[in-house]
């Protein structure tokens, strides 16, 4: 498997346009996961879905963002408007559950560096 | 609700000398421990992890980790650092019912030669 897909792997863009970052899992995963990087903040989940179903969007910081998963191969985060704080790495990550009692790694993509002047 | 407290932001240590990178974690039910490794401009990649069973955990590029309950720790280790090992190295728990991770801040390795 190509691991984690993820596109592009860098966007500039202007302040007040719409970005849309592109997430493919692995194949057969249930779990995907969006996630920031930022010196100050480090590694935040944003949101994430279990079999195309968003389970926990309680840390999408504002009504700016959306994240869709229309279908198990794909995934996509939006942000629209942006703005020069929204300037991160966004990694997205899938994982697989092969039982209800056992957790397992999420296995990251190369992540997309965003910024927004 | 899980939190994890990397202590020190920078570690450096010489070529050849042990590695100990600090983790110590909050959890009301039984966690599940990762360690994750970083380079530059790419993903993260998973190091090692304890989920149930034995506490010493090996993972790859030698190293290793072990599960303290009673310190509520999962330090990382190992033995003989190589110049290939300056990374990021993120530090992670889950619980059992809530596959998300959650991270800690990092903490960046440096080895001099």
């Known amino acids: 498997d190509a691991g984690v897909i993820q596109s592009p792997r860098h966007e500039v863009t202007e302040m007040g346009q719409e970005v849309t970052l592109r997430c493919k899992p692995i194949s057969g995963h249930d779990y995907l996961f969006w996630y920031r990087q930022t010196m100050m903040r480090g590694l935040e989940l944003l949101i994430y879905f279990n079999n195309n179903v968003p389970i926990d969007d309680s840390g999408m910081p504002e009504d700016r963002f959306s994240a869709k998963m229309p279908n198990a191969s794909f995934s996509t985060l939006k942000i629209q408007p942006s703005e020069p704080r929204d300037s991160a790495v966004y990694f997205c990550a899938s994982s697989h559950v092969p039982g209800r009692d056992r957790n397992t790694e999420a296995f990251f993509g190369q992540g997309t560096r965003l910024t927004v002047v | 609700a899980q939190s994890v407290t990397q202590l020190g932001s920078h570690v450096s240590v010489s070529e050849g000398a042990l590695v100990l990178l600090r983790c110590n974690y909050s959890s009301s039910v039984p966690p599940y421990l990762f360690w994750y490794v970083q380079y530059p401009n790419q993903g993260l990649q998973l190091l090692l992890k304890y989920t149930t069973g034995a506490t010493l955990v090996k993972g790859i590029n030698g190293f290793e980790a072990e599960f303290k309950k009673s310190e509520t720790s999962f330090h990382l280790t190992k033995p003989s650092a190589h110049m290939s090992d300056a990374a990021e190295y993120f530090c992670?728990?889950?619980?059992?019912?809530?596959?998300?991770?959650?991270f800690g801040q990092g903490t960046r390795l440096t080895i001099n030669p």
């Open positions: 992670a728990v889950s619980v059992k019912g809530a596959q998300k991770l959650v």
